[in-house]
């Protein structure tokens, strides 16, 4: 890819590019150096670092439809206590269990004729789980698959604490920043470059496995053969983005 730069000085400016060593994220605005009365460099680099993930963490819940809303509630409770005390059966901790939604509502059938039907009340109840050792995530997938559980989402893998990832990605850009401003200001006529405004952006992506509805039913299948389901945390990725101007000093 490649840094748009703009040496910028006070009766005009000079458009150059070339291949640098970074990533550009071009969605980072460009400084707006014009108006300034010193010769300047203005620069956009990205700089991005693989890490793998320590933390993954997924929803589970469990849905039941009864006549009645208190007995739906209650077969509801029944269901979804059986599941977290699989989960505690596997070795997760209560603070890494936490109910993340509840619902209660009529379902209706719609008839032909255009009238509906009470069906019953349908109650939902989710948890957000917490998992450090990914070495049980597959034995995890399997018994929530045949625990009770009717909903799954995820994994999402991520990092507990990314703060050094995050000071590497930093460095990187700052590295390649410098390198190309330095660069620039000798081709211009001037010795080094100095700092004067610097924004950033950070921004993550994780290598995410899609566990939604048709991962639920591959490891219900998966459990059924006795057979553990694959599961593959990848890396994440966590870039910081620099905007920099600097000043090219003789």
């Known amino acids: 890819m490649k840094n748009i730069m703009r040496i910028a000085a006070l009766y ?13 994220n071009q969605d980072i605005p460009v400084l707006r150096m014009a108006t300034l009365n010193f010769p300047a460099v203005d620069l956009n ?5 693989e890490t793998a993930p320590d933390l993954a963490t ?7 439809l009864a006549p009645k809303a208190r007995d739906a509630i209650r077969q509801n409770a029944v269901k979804m206590t059986a599941v977290i005390g699989q989960l505690k059966a596997q070795g997760i901790a209560d ?3 936490q109910t993340s939604s509840q619902t209660l509502s009529r379902e209706m059938d719609y008839l032909p004729t255009g009238k509906t039907r009470f069906k019953g009340y349908r109650v939902g109840n989710r948890i957000t789980v917490k998992l450090r050792d990914f070495a049980k995530l597959p034995d995890m997938l399997d018994v929530m698959a045949t625990s009770g559980a009717t909903e799954f989402e995820g994994p999402v893998f991520s990092l507990e604490d990314d703060s050094a990832a995050m000071a590497s990605a930093r460095d990187k850009a700052w590295d390649a920043a ?3 401003a330095r660069y ?4 211009a ?3 080094s470059v100095k700092v004067m405004r610097v924004a950033e952006t950070i921004s993550k992506r994780s290598l995410t496995p899609e566990y939604l509805e048709a991962k639920m039913a591959m490891a219900m299948d998966a459990a059924a053969e006795a057979t553990s389901t694959p599961v593959e945390p990848g890396e994440i990725t966590s870039t910081v983005s620099l905007s920099i101007s600097f000043e090219m000093v003789k």
């Open 12 to 24: 005009g400016a000079i458009s150059l590019s070339g291949p640098v060593s970074a990533q550009v």
């Open 189 to 191: 006529g001037y010795s």
């Open 184 to 187: 620039h200001a000798q081709k």
């Open 95 to 97: 603070a890494d269990i």
């Open 45 to 49: 680099v990205s700089a991005s670092v």
């Open 58 to 64: 997924f929803t589970t819940g469990v849905e039941t």
């Open 178 to 180: 410098y390198k190309q």
